[in-house]
């Protein structure tokens, strides 16, 4: 991945996505969208999910992220872009 082309983006997801696989299904498309970051439960009942890499993999993502795995129902993402700081991997926590 070139740095020049990298993105992150932070995106806030909110509706039924805690106890439902939210998380790891996240990182299961990152992982194959070969995207880098982390996924975490917040107190609040949403989940913040960081990506990095190229624009258009985090823009496939958000599809992913939109819809979900089978059990949850995502209400809406909020995405605030940034520039990419070089995150490797991605977390779950």
Do not use: C
């Amino acid at each position: 991945m070139e740095k020049t082309h990298a993105a992150r983006a932070t995106i806030l997801v909110r509706g039924r996505v805690q106890g439902v696989g939210y998380r790891a299904f996240v990182r299961r498309h990152a992982l194959d969208l070969r995207l880098a970051g982390h996924a975490e439960n917040l107190g609040d009942g949403r989940v913040e999910v960081v990506l990095e890499g190229p624009r258009g993999e985090i823009e496939h993502a958000l599809i992913a992220l939109a819809r979900g795995p089978s059990h949850a129902e995502v209400a809406g993402l909020e995405v605030s872009w940034s520039q990419a700081v070089g995150l490797r991997g991605f977390g779950v926590h």
